[in-house]
């Protein structure tokens, strides 16, 4: 089978696109987006060309437009040129110039297709069924500084897939094709392209990859880049696995109550492997995989103890882990400490104080709760009600669920939306506002006093 045939047979056992599919070619005029351009015009696919000019490497991406430009006008096919202040860019995000570089390649493809300016010419007549894609020139020698490069980063079994043949409307069509044998192809076709002097620089990690480390592994594993290609393959059947797993592993655990997730801690401490599937929830929430271990140590400490990513936070309360967003959480979960004497929440504010018995200091009113000190354990955790939630009304000896006590009082849809609790070590100690709980009352022992005052 020729290297021809081997690239149109790809495409139909990858199903890549289809024949009268539009595509745009990312060419930078180097030899692997040179081939991708002649194995495109000898199928006869209807392309256009998208080339960045990011302005680093002075007379020679002047050069490397140039001669992109020219292949265009060889080909007949309509050419995009963009050139990007790449370096101002990286500055001004904080980010390296290969970070900048792609993130500016990848938003300007995106917006081209967006924009439909890569559509091939239609007939009026006739139904469209075709669609717009973006092809890349990445190779099978690329695919293998990618496995390595996300192995030694750490990015698990997903990053062990390498570069995938099609992600959205990025397609990579040369996957199956090693660097020698693009180089062969060009020189039989007779096909001229530049070179990228940045690729000799072993700066760049891709380079010390190429240059270095797989020749070095080649001296002692001669089979190797074929051995990690054929890894390729069987860490993506591996990865269909281990997502239907981790998919139905979510739907037993995951409960979604308006913008939060609630997980069961005793279900979540039954499942195996433990920490995996930890990961495989939080990440989405942008948890690192070094937070796997502090949301596992959560699983077993006092309710009111919680971890933060950027935009989440996770908190233990009482037999549930709650993910929630960070302003939902503010809004809604709201730590005292020992030391706080004021705290504002949404129903108003509570003003707390710590003394010694005195019954003339005692309030009898519904917007105090005067409690024995030495029964609280801090942090206090102060949230909105949820259903499920029990205490032990004082003056009473058995527990009664919070919706049969509002039940009980006669509150409206409105004000059980307003009720907030305050618990300390996973017991509600204060329905605020209403009642405190018999366990935490002042007895005959008490020695302190707990004062909390609602002022709303």
Not at 5 to 15: G, I, V
Not at 156 to 173: A, C, D, E, N, T
Not at 344 to 372: V, Y
Not at 419 to 443: A, H, P, Q
Request: glycine letters at 4%.
């Amino acid at each position: 089978m020729t290297f021809f045939e081997r690239f149109t047979a790809y495409n139909r056992e990858q199903n890549l696109f289809k024949k009268n599919d539009n595509l745009l070619l990312a060419v930078s005029g180097g030899v692997d987006s040179v081939i991708l351009c002649e194995l495109c015009k000898q199928a006869n696919y209807h392309f256009k060309i998208a080339h960045c000019n990011f302005q680093l490497r002075g007379d020679e991406s002047e050069r490397d437009e140039k001669f992109v430009r020219a292949l265009a006008k060889k080909y007949e096919v309509a050419i995009f040129v963009k050139r990007f202040n790449t370096k101002e860019y990286a500055t001004h995000n904080k980010v390296s110039i290969q970070v900048a570089a792609r993130e500016l390649r990848y938003e300007w493809f995106a917006d081209l297709m967006k924009e439909e300016l890569c559509k091939g010419d239609k007939s009026s007549d006739s139904k469209d069924t075709s669609s717009t894609f973006l092809l890349t020139a990445h190779h099978a020698n690329d695919n293998i500084e990618t496995l390595l490069m996300n192995f030694f980063k750490g990015t698990g079994i997903k990053g062990l897939q390498g570069i995938l043949p099609r992600y959205g409307k990025i397609i990579r069509p040369l996957l199956f094709a090693r660097k020698e044998e693009i180089l062969l192809f060009a020189s039989e076709n007779n096909l001229s392209f530049v070179e990228d002097s940045s690729n000799s620089s072993d700066k760049y990690t891709r380079n010390y990859f190429r240059h270095q480390l797989i020749p070095s592994l080649q001296k002692i594993f001669p089979q190797v880049e074929e051995n990690l290609l054929n890894n390729i393959d069987r860490y993506r059947e591996i990865e269909i696995l281990y997502a239907q797993s981790v998919s139905l592993q979510k739907k037993k655990l995951l409960e979604v109550k308006g913008n939060e997730i609630h997980i069961p801690v005793l279900k979540l401490l039954k499942t195996e492997p433990l920490k995996t599937i930890i990961y495989e929830i939080i990440k989405e929430y942008g948890f690192t995989a070094r937070q796997t271990e502090e949301v596992a140590s959560l699983l077993k400490s006092e309710s009111g103890k919680y971890i933060s990513s950027a935009t989440y936070k996770i908190i233990k309360n009482r037999g549930w882990l709650i993910i929630s967003p960070v302003n939902t959480f503010e809004a809604h979960h709201i730590l005292i400490y020992e030391n706080d004497k004021k705290i504002d929440f949404e129903e108003g504010k509570l003003k707390i104080k710590d003394f010694e018995l005195s019954m003339e200091k005692i309030e009898a009113s519904h917007l105090f709760a005067t409690l024995d000190a030495d029964t609280i354990t801090f942090p206090l955790l102060l949230r909105k009600w949820k259903q499920g939630d029990y205490f032990y009304p004082l003056g009473m000896h058995h527990k009664k669920k919070l919706s049969k006590f509002f039940i009980d009082q006669k509150l409206s849809v409105a004000d059980k939306e307003k009720i907030w609790v305050l618990e300390s070590n996973k017991k509600i100690i204060w329905i605020v506002g209403k009642r405190i709980d018999d366990r935490f009352k002042i007895t005959e022992k008490t020695k302190r006093i707990f004062s909390i005052e609602l002022r709303q």
